[in-house]
């Protein structure tokens, strides 16, 4: 069983709708947990950083972390095609400050 | 968010020759940085650890030896691909941390292309 699970996709959704990504571990030391962007060839982008359990909104996005189930969500409001990327979810413990990163999954909003 | 430059973006090496790929963080004082591999449609693949000052921590299956890794200041951190093979093209990244326990930041990515 990886560290870290997500659905590769591809998701695929209309502009405007509400997209929902999600993240499973399997690692309890795991404390602090990051949402990335990555656009093809390019490297990837910082969106949310959270630090145990709760919500945390930014614009359009919210991130969520329930550590009692072991699953992280990332939230897009009002979806934009320019938002059609790869969404990777990561995750580390304070004592490696290693990242583990899940697998990615492949979002494409249609105009 | 904090800014980190790779360089360069892209590079084409004859086989037998080496690589180096440099990671600066330009705005924080990065204790520590990490260096990825991903290959097409996959994710990154941690190839080692480094904190500023000391030998990096290698991940298992990662020759040492071949992808050499120095973190000289807490700025710069340097990838050096060692007689390189057609199979060590790929696309590298490097990201920075504050510590230990700060949010991470990538760079653009260098893709290396070996012929």
């Known amino acids: 069983q990886k560290e870290v699970e997500q659905d590769p996709g591809p998701l695929s959704v209309p502009e405007g709708a509400i997209v929902s990504l999600n993240c499973t571990y399997s690692n309890s030391a795991f404390q602090y947990f990051m949402w990335y962007r990555q656009y093809s060839r390019k490297g990837p982008e910082l969106l949310m950083y959270t630090y145990s359990s709760g919500n945390k909104e930014d614009g359009r996005f919210t991130a969520q972390v329930d550590k009692s189930s072991k699953y992280i969500s990332l939230f897009i409001r009002d979806s934009q095609p320019s938002d059609s990327a790869t969404y990777l979810c990561a995750m580390s413990s304070s004592n490696t400050g290693k990242l583990i990163f899940g697998q990615g999954t492949t979002l494409q909003v249609k105009p | 968010g904090a800014v980190v430059s790779q360089h360069p973006s892209r590079v084409i090496c004859k086989s037998g020759t080496s690589v180096k790929i440099e990671c600066r963080s330009l705005?924080?004082?990065?204790?520590?940085m990490f260096w990825y591999r991903q290959f097409p449609k996959k994710s990154l693949m941690l190839m080692a650890t480094s904190n500023e000052g000391s030998k990096a921590t290698y991940e298992q299956g990662v020759e040492k030896d071949k992808f050499l890794i120095n973190h000289a200041s807490l700025t710069l951190s340097t990838l050096t691909v060692t007689s390189a093979h057609p199979e060590d093209s790929s696309f590298y990244i490097c990201s920075a941390r504050r510590d230990r326990v700060a949010e991470a930041f990538f760079g653009q990515g260098t893709r290396l292309t070996v012929v």
């Open positions: 705005d924080f004082q990065a204790t520590t």
